[in-house]
């Protein structure tokens, strides 16, 4: 606990300390003198949580998360004739028809960047300090490599984007869009250059960058970018995950569960997550409860000080990916009849229109358009709601677990034409937890074409072992696109392929367009 504990602490305390610093103009910094600020390595530390909590705005409304309806896991279809129309913007996320003018993508673009200025601020803060300590270019270093994790969001979603690497611009500076080969350099020379200065510890940098976790993200960089720059770099990536494994800091939980438990910064498998606290740190993670459940569910946890949404739902053909006696399913998602704390079965009480019956999530769903009721469709249940809950969950949201370290190097295993069966050694690794009784996959199942989503995809087994692995974690749109652009191809329920690569990129918002002269707009 105490690792969870001390970054939101000194958030707090850093926040009455710049409570008046809110302006990113310059002059702000320049009024503050030097000799009052990052005396200790204590308040070096403390000055860079606002890099970090920057993060909890990803998971919330309208959000980086939502870029998961573009996929083939989740959909918020209209139900009941109306409810969840919110203009049809979830329809076109799922029907990939989404324009510049959709508050989806202004809002990422706003978050992601608003955490760049706050590691470039932090920089210049640092840099020009005149207090010299043993440890001030490990924290610079660290505030670069948490830089590059904001623009690997930007460079994934956005593709062609600015890079602003300083704080002291000049007034009236617009920066200009940057191809996405370049900026995809930029990140791996930033990552490259600062890796080796993070701490090895992992218990003492829980919520923050190290060398560990730092390196995965550099391997996530070399995994994607054949379908990113069209430069394989699986050689990269594997040599990435061989460090990460050797160094025995990381392994798998016992229980597929435990890394979205209400603990679980006990976990030994969360690499990077955002930490959450609901009484000190505000914010919430959208779908871990409010967006997906039904009202009536209120009763199951006792909530306290929110509501539930019910509008995200598990879209019916993913479950295809599910085989028989995978305990993910279960744990993944809320299915079937629900009960109250006590055991009472659960009633629908006519909420928004539904009929007076049984609260029960079915699979299947009426329809995208308007059609489908509140109670139809599987609910997310990945992350535990504890008893009493508020909307600001206890749970930390997990970004990068040790698993994916292992699936990773399987991938790359495949794609470099090495030893089928190692590949499926480390995914029978990762799933053997997960099931009663035995159910290995063989390195030539890994290696064969199957369809995934209605077409041909080259290693699918391994596409569908990675979507339930990592269900409703953010990792789903690139595993689409880096396997045979199923992401474009691909057919799933309510949605037909563009076959248009063009939308493997969102647009650049239109707000934005309006502000920066300088921007491109990505090809519609």
């Known amino acids: 606990m105490f690792r969870k504990q001390y970054i939101i602490t000194a958030f707090l305390a850093l926040t009455a300390v710049f409570s008046g610093c809110t302006n990113l103009d310059e002059e702000v910094f320049s009024s503050i003198p030097e000799k009052d600020f990052y005396k200790t390595e ?35 279809p209209v ?33 992601l960047y608003a955490g760049v200025s706050s ?67 930029f990140v791996e020379t930033e990552l490259k250059n600062n890796i080796d200065n993070l701490s090895e510890d992992r218990l003492s940098t829980y919520g923050r960058f190290n060398k560990w976790n730092a390196k995965m993200l550099l391997a996530r960089m070399y995994l994607n970018a054949e379908a990113w720059i069209g430069t394989p770099m699986y050689s990269e990536c594997e040599a990435l995950c061989d460090e990460i494994i050797l160094a025995n800091k990381y392994r798998l939980d016992g229980d597929y569960s435990l890394p979205f438990s209400t603990n679980n910064e006990l976990s030994n498998e969360t690499m990077f997550v955002i930490p959450f606290d609901e009484t000190k740190s505000g914010g919430q993670i959208y ?47 809320r299915m079937g009849q629900q009960y109250a704390l006590d055991g009472t079965p659960l009633w629908t009480n006519g909420w928004c229109g539904d ?12 329809n995208i358009s308007g059609d489908a009721t509140m109670y139809q469709g599987y609910r997310f249940g990945k992350y535990e709601i504890k008893v009493g809950a508020t909307g600001t969950p206890d749970n930390d949201y997990v970004i990068m677990r040790y698993a994916e370290v292992l699936m990773a190097k399987a991938e790359c295993i495949l794609r470099t034409g090495g030893n089928s069966q190692d590949a499926a050694d480390l995914v029978n690794e990762v799933r053997r937890r997960n099931f009663d009784t035995t159910n290995e996959l063989t390195g030539a199942e890994l290696e064969a074409t199957i369809s995934c989503n209605g077409v041909p995809v080259k290693y699918g087994r391994l596409l569908q072992e990675l979507g339930v692995e990592f269900a409703l974690e953010g990792l789903r749109r690139s595993q ?29 918002p239109f707000d934005q367009l309006q502000r920066n002269s300088n921007l491109v707009q990505n090809p519609k």
């Not at 009941?80 to 028809?97: A, K, P, T, V």
């Not at 009763?299 to 598990?314: E, I, V």
């Open 42 to 76: 204590s308040e070096f530390l403390a000055a860079m949580v606002p890099v970090y909590s920057s993060m909890r705005a990803m998971t919330d409304w309208q959000n980086w998360w939502d870029l998961e309806e573009t996929t083939d896991v989740c959909v918020t």
């Open 79 to 111: 139900k009941n004739h109306g409810l969840w129309y919110d203009g049809g913007i979830y329809i076109r996320l799922h029907q990939h028809s989404w324009t510049e003018e959709d508050p989806h993508l202004n809002a990422i673009w706003n978050v």
């Open 119 to 185: 590691a470039n601020r932090v920089l210049y803060q640092f840099e020009n300090s005149s207090i010299e300590m043993a440890g001030k270019q490990n924290y610079i270093s660290e505030l670069k490599v948490a830089r590059a994790f904001y623009y690997y969001l930007l460079l994934e979603a956005f593709g062609n984007v600015p890079i602003i690497d300083r704080f002291d611009v000049p007034d009236g500076y617009l920066p200009a869009t940057e191809p996405r080969a370049k900026v995809f350099q």
């Open 287 to 333: 779908m871990w409860a409010r967006k997906t459940l039904h009202y009536s569910q209120m009763q199951t946890f006792s909530l306290q000080a929110t509501w539930l949404d019910g509008g995200c739902l598990g879209v019916p053909t993913f479950f295809d990916n599910y085989v028989e006696g995978d305990e993910r399913l279960e744990k993944t998602w």
């Open 355 to 366: 009929p007076q019956m049984l609260l029960s999530y079915t699979r299947e769903v009426t």
């Open 480 to 508: 689409l696109i880096r396997f045979d652009d199923n992401y474009t191809k691909g057919t799933w329920w309510e949605h037909t392929p563009t076959n248009d690569t063009k939308r493997n990129l969102m647009l650049i």
